[in-house]
């Protein structure tokens, strides 16, 4: 008798449950029609709405947005602000994937940590340090994105160039084209080598100032690794080093635009094939400036440009004759 009312239970209660499951598939049915007309419903996220998709009529609103407070417009900044952990960069060795312990002796409450507890974090994260480099392929990869963090930063280029200069050196690394290279001629040759992809440029000199090898080191490694990667770098234009120019020494936008003005005059003279576009860039703007009646002299303009002045007394006659300009005096 209990066997058979234990069962005739468990059917009841199957049958309820059955029940239920309709009566929430109709209701849900119900939901995603609109009551007026019948039509398909759709939810507008940004109002908070549900709407008729056919006669527009507004179901519901003020619905609740589960998504994060914050916008973002491309992937880059949706990983910037996502706060699921950092996003992943070509510019640290591990990609940014592994634990840092940071350097502050404080707990999760931000008081200090004791003597004891001080000394332990200490040994903590050398070893830390030490797994993080496991192998001298790490310790290479290491030492070489610190270098071109290092020079970017003393340049001041930006993220975008540094990141790429990452991707460079990987590549060279995987390829295996450093041997009987330093690594800090080929990290400088990838950082010249994004600046340039990235019309950003910086001269052989500047980044020579900056660099623990010499000029001629990094222009013959650089030729090497961008054989040897087959990479696109387009001639670099002299226009490109204007802006810079003109903002280090002050100049108003009358002189940068003529100073693009006379290095297109220049180019379609013919005049700019084979010679330096740094020098070609100093002397435009200092032509410009003369013709603009803005005092600068050639000391300044070769001191920003990193070029002699003999350079530039050269350059800015040929520019000036080509760009219609007589009877202008230094």
């Given at each position: 008798m209990t066997d058979q009312r234990t069962t005739r239970e468990a059917e009841r209660e199957s049958g309820e449950d059955e029940e239920q499951?309709?009566?929430?598939?109709?209701?849900?049915?119900?939901?995603?029609?609109?009551?007026?007309?019948?039509?398909?419903?759709?939810?507008?996220?940004?109002?908070?709405?549900?709407?008729?998709?056919?006669?527009?009529?507004?179901?519901?609103?003020?619905?609740?947005?589960?998504?994060?407070?914050?916008?973002?417009?491309?992937?880059?900044?949706?990983?910037?602000?996502?706060?699921?952990?950092?996003?992943?960069?070509?510019?640290?060795?591990?990609?940014?994937?592994?634990?840092n312990i940071g350097w502050q002796d404080k707990d999760a409450y931000g008081n200090s940590l004791s003597g004891r507890q001080r000394r332990k974090m200490q040994r903590l994260r050398k070893w830390n340090e030490r797994f993080r480099t496991r192998n001298s392929k790490e310790r290479n990869l290491k030492q070489a994105l610190g270098e071109i963090e290092r020079m970017a930063s003393a340049l001041g280029l930006p993220e975008n160039v540094r990141e790429t200069a990452s991707v460079i050196y990987r590549r060279a690394l995987g390829e295996d084209l450093l041997p009987g290279r330093s690594i800090e001629g080929v990290a400088t040759s990838a950082l010249y080598a994004a600046a340039r992809q990235a019309n950003t440029p910086r001269s052989l000199d500047e980044v020579a100032s900056v660099s623990r090898v010499g000029r001629d080191e990094i222009a013959r490694t650089y030729r090497y690794?961008?054989?040897?990667?087959?990479?696109?770098?387009?001639?670099?234009?002299?226009?490109?080093?204007?802006?810079?120019?003109?903002?280090?020494?002050?100049?108003?936008?009358?002189?940068e635009r003529r100073s693009r003005e006379l290095l297109g005059a220049a180019a379609d003279a013919g005049i700019t094939s084979g010679k330096s576009p740094v020098g070609l860039a100093a002397a435009a703007v200092y032509a410009a400036a003369l013709l603009a009646n803005e005092r600068v002299t050639q000391s300044e303009v070769s001191e920003v440009a990193s070029i002699s002045e003999v350079t530039i007394r050269n350059r800015y006659h040929e520019i000036l004759e080509a760009g219609g300009e007589t009877g202008v005096e230094a």
């Open positions: 499951e309709t009566e929430e598939s109709a209701e849900r049915e119900r939901q995603q029609v609109c009551p007026e007309c019948g039509g398909s419903l759709l939810e507008d996220e940004e109002h908070g709405e549900t709407v008729c998709s056919e006669c527009g009529l507004v179901v519901e609103e003020d619905g609740i947005d589960r998504g994060p407070e914050w916008r973002a417009f491309d992937s880059r900044e949706q990983d910037q602000k996502s706060r699921v952990g950092a996003p992943t960069t070509n510019m640290m060795h591990d990609k940014g994937l592994s634990t690794v961008a054989r040897e990667l087959e990479l696109e770098v387009a001639p670099t234009d002299p226009a490109s080093y204007v802006p810079r120019f003109c903002s280090e020494l002050g100049l108003t936008e009358e002189v």
